[in-house]
């Protein structure tokens, strides 16, 4: 008897614990004021995809560590593998200008920059991100 009270009492709490965690969509629209959204386009040397490729995650790699890093996708155009785009969301454009002085960004044009032939950058306001 004893036993099916002591799992009752815990199961209880367990789904008031759980009912009380705020739910994954709910922290995301809990941040603080709309991000800031970029969108960067690149058209890589076709010999230097690879190498580019790898400083861009290792990059990405350090972003996330940063103050007001929210999100970052790194994708490939699937009908040109040397088209790289880039979506990228920060709290601020405040964090983006933090983020574009850091040692590891400043690497990664070191790195890069004969890498790229085209590079065409886009900035947004987002009206609403939504996830599941």
């Not at 799992?7 to 614990?17: D, R, V, Y």
């Not at 009912?19 to 629209?29: C, D, K, S, V, Y």
């Not at 996330?64 to 790194?74: L, N, P, T, W």
Request: aromatic content about 10%; overall charge neutral; hydrophobic content about 45%.
């Amino acid at each position: 008897m004893f036993k099916s009270v002591a799992m009752c009492s815990f199961a209880i709490a367990l789904g008031i614990t759980a009912w009380l965690l705020p739910i994954r969509g709910e922290q995301a629209t809990a941040q603080s004021g709309a991000p800031h959204i970029l969108v960067v386009e690149y058209y890589i040397v076709p010999e230097e995809i690879d190498k580019y490729l790898t400083a861009v995650k290792e990059l990405g790699a350090a972003s996330v560590k940063e103050a007001g890093f929210r999100q970052q996708y790194i994708t490939i155009s699937q009908n040109d593998p040397n088209h790289v785009l880039l979506f990228e969301a920060w709290d601020s454009a405040a964090a983006h200008t933090a983020h574009v002085a850091t040692d590891h960004f400043k690497k990664y044009q070191a790195t890069t920059g004969n890498m790229i032939a085209k590079r065409n950058v886009r900035t947004f306001s987002s009206v609403v991100m939504l996830s599941p």
